[in-house]
Every structure is written in C-alpha cells, then in structure tokens.
C-alpha cells in the first residue's frame, strides 16, 4: 500500500505479534454492511454451558488458554463464558431470503432479504412476530444495509442504488431517495447529528443526507478520501469512520463537514476490512480475508492492538456488533460467533455447534440481553439470549 497523502499523526506500530492468515477467499461475494447498535447486556457466570430453546445442551467451545486464566483467577471480560439460549427463526412465515443485514431497537429487529427484495420485522421476546414488507412501488431491489433513528428506518438498496425511508412504527414507506444522490452500489448507512450517511460501494464515494427532509446535501469523494469499494460506516468521537474493502484501509472523516481528516492503511493489518464497531474510546475493524481485528483510537486513530490468532474463531468474520463491554463478531465461513473482551481484546468464548443454528452468519446486532443474527445459508434468524 502506497502512503503518499495519508495523515502522519495516524502512524501504526503493530503491538500484537504475527499469526500467519488464512488464503484470500477466491470469488467471495461482497457481505453486507452492518451499522450496529450497542446495547447491555447482563450475563450469569457459569463456564461452558449452552442450554438451547428446546431445553437441550450444546457444549460452547472453550480454549486452553480461557481455562489456564480461570485456573489463574485471571479476569478475561466483564463477564465470561454463561448460559445462552438459541431459538430459531425461519419458515413461510418470516419469509427470509438471503437475510443479510440485521439490527435491533428494543424488543424489535429488522432484516433486510437482499435476494428477497423485501424487509422482515421481528417483534416480541419469549414469541417472536413477524411482519414481512415486500417491494410495493420499488421500495425495496437488494435491501443489504440498514439505520434506525427519529422514528425512522433507512435501506439501502444496492441493485437499485436507493435509500427506502420507513416509519419504524408501522413499516410504511415514508420515500425513497434514488436519482440526483449519487447512489451507486450503497453498501453501508450511518445516522448522526440530523445527518444520514451512504457509502457508495460502487463509485467510491459517500453521501450526506439531511435525515428529516431526505434531501441531498452532498457527495464527497476523490483521491483526497481514497474510498475505495466503501462497504462500512461507523460514528464516533465526532468522525465518520469508513472501511474501504477494495484499498485495505479506513478513512476517517469530519462527521459535521465531510472534511477528510486521515486515511489509515499500512501497519494496522486491514485486510479487506468489512465491518466496523465502536465501543468506548475504539473503533473497531473486521477484516474478512485477514481474519483479524484491529482496534483503534478513536481521539487519535493510532493502533492499540490487532487481535489474531486460530483461538478466537475467526473464519471470514463478516459483522461486529458491541454489548455489555463486549464484542461479538460473525464468522460466515465458521458458521460462529466470536465473544472478545471489548477493552483488552481477551477471547471470551466461541458459540457455534449445530443446535445455535449458525449457518453461514451475515449480520449480528445486540438489544439488552439478546442477540440476534441473520444466517444467510439458512434462510433464518437466529435468537440468542443471554442469561
């Protein structure tokens, strides 16, 4: 990677020692943007133990390393390994098709059906109801990335290089926003201060937004931001965080003016980077071919750690979501899920086992004390919950 242009004041000094990566994925389709919402979740402390929906048990995988730091009386997290709960969604009536990306508001969640070309609403706690938006007047052509706030559902559409405007009370169609935005291939959403933010995957650039009106304010790009195939948003600490896949870097943006602040590329160990998540003072950053997660600073952007290694799981991690001073990551290839300590990095423990119902995970958001996870392969939802 060539760093002419880039910000100085962001100079990475790798800290975590070298794993050797997993081969670049030949042909792997783009996986779907996520904008998580972070919630809290409480979790009892009981070691290795999964306890299913239908009441049978499904043994969580739990490293050498997690048991020598048990036996050490080492912290690993906040909170670690406990009971959880898995109930499976699909069927005619949730009418999922290709379930990529996911995100939850209270007891409701949301899937986009980028094959289906439609939205599923998912209500309720002990029994979970459905509601199925489908594309009445174009509303909905490749749904992958969605945003929730003032009352209001974003999607966005990559086949029809749209946004969807609903209302988050009843699923109505508020507008949609196509033509004169610079929409092209919009891959990832973002909402902040009154603002939405679009990253166009396939023109490389972004796309501010005004969140009450749905009227264009602008389109930033150019060799300046060195967007390249941008398929993830995140906001913090006053920027616009954006993964560019195709260039192996982040670039950080003013999130009130659009004014580039830094591209981050070279010694952070970006690797196709897919995903973002931020969680107190870091940003944090999923690279799928790498197999890796990088954490930053968010005040400065420099390099606090890049998490690597064959005990944490990670094959092709596709989504990221932040709970409870946690971090879960999806791992399509892996059909898991990966829990990190969000402040120091530490494995808590992999969920993955047949009775979970991971299959080939696209997207992963957490409310309260559940997480939810669309499963791309298997045409379903999966419903965490952790005790």
Do not use: C
Request: hydrophobic share 40%.
């Amino acid at each position: 990677m060539v760093n002419s242009g880039y910000s100085p004041r962001h100079s990475a000094q790798p800290v975590a020692s070298a794993a050797q990566r997993p081969a670049r994925p030949g042909n792997r389709r783009r996986q779907a943007a996520i904008v998580a919402v972070a919630g809290t979740a409480v979790v009892a402390i009981v070691a290795g133990l999964a306890i299913t929906g239908r009441g049978e048990k499904n043994q969580v995988k739990v490293t050498s390393d997690q048991r020598n730091a048990v036996r050490s009386g080492i912290s690993l997290a906040p909170y670690a390994t406990g009971p959880v709960s898995a109930r499976r969604l699909g069927g005619s009536s949730y009418a999922f098709n290709g379930p990529s990306a996911i995100l939850a508001v209270g007891s409701t969640a949301w899937v986009a059906n980028v094959l289906g070309d439609s939205v599923t609403q998912l209500s309720g706690t002990s029994r979970t109801s459905a509601r199925y938006l489908s594309g009445h007047d174009d509303a909905f052509n490749g749904p992958n990335a969605l945003a929730i706030g003032s009352g209001r559902v974003w999607v966005a559409n990559v086949q029809a290089n749209s946004v969807t405007e609903l209302s988050q009370s009843d699923g109505a169609v508020v507008r949609v926003l196509s033509s004169g935005y610079g929409f092209s291939s919009p891959a990832a959403l973002a909402l902040t201060g009154g603002r939405l933010w679009v990253a166009n995957a396939g023109a490389g650039s972004v796309t501010e937004v005004d969140a009450s009106t749905g009227a264009w304010m602008k389109t930033f790009g150019g060799k300046r931001y060195h967007f390249d195939n941008p398929n993830a948003l995140a906001v913090g600490r006053g920027s616009l965080w954006v993964a560019n896949s195709g260039g192996d870097s982040v670039t950080e943006i003013d999130a009130t003016t659009g004014a580039w602040r830094a591209t981050l590329a070279a010694g952070y160990g970006f690797d196709r980077p897919v995903a973002l998540a931020v969680s107190g003072g870091s940003l944090w950053v999923v690279s799928e071919s790498g197999g890796t997660i990088t954490q930053l600073s968010l005040s400065s952007g420099k390099l606090i750690r890049v998490v690597r290694g064959q005990q944490y799981g990670f094959d092709s991690p596709a989504a990221i979501t932040a709970a409870g001073g946690a971090l879960w990551i999806a791992n399509s290839r892996g059909d898991s899920v990966t829990e990190i300590s969000a402040s120091s990095g530490r494995l808590i423990r992999i969920l993955s086992g047949k009775h979970l119902h991971l299959r080939e995970p696209a997207g992963i958001t957490a409310s309260g004390p559940v997480l939810w996870v669309s499963n791309r392969a298997g045409n379903s939802v999966t419903r965490l919950h952790l005790h």
